[in-house]
């Protein structure tokens, strides 16, 4: 199994960008054709875990990118990436 290397920043070992884009698609098809209509349907009965579980769901990509000069990573008010396709 790849190993997580440190040292200069993180990264996957073993792992081409391919295979990284293939697994992060497989993940997403999970979450949007399998566990976001088996979530939808407690809307109703559990709406905080629902409002929870939606706000979970959202990614935000800070501004400055990653790993740039100066940027803390994390710096917040960016906008919600969508998912994969």
Do not use: C
């Not at 792992?15 to 884009?21: D, E, G, V, Y």
Request: glycine share 18%; hydrophobic share 40%.
């Amino acid at each position: 199994m790849p190993a997580i290397a440190s040292g200069e920043g993180w990264g996957l070992i073993g792992f081409s960008p391919q295979q990284l884009a293939d697994a992060f698609r497989g993940a997403d098809d999970i979450l949007i054709n399998q566990l976001d209509p088996l979530v939808a349907k407690l809307a109703a009965k559990q709406p905080a875990f629902y409002a929870k579980y939606k706000a979970a769901r959202v990614i935000i990509d800070p501004p400055g990118g990653h790993g740039t000069s100066g940027d803390s990573g994390g710096g917040g008010g960016g906008t919600p990436v969508p998912p994969a396709t």
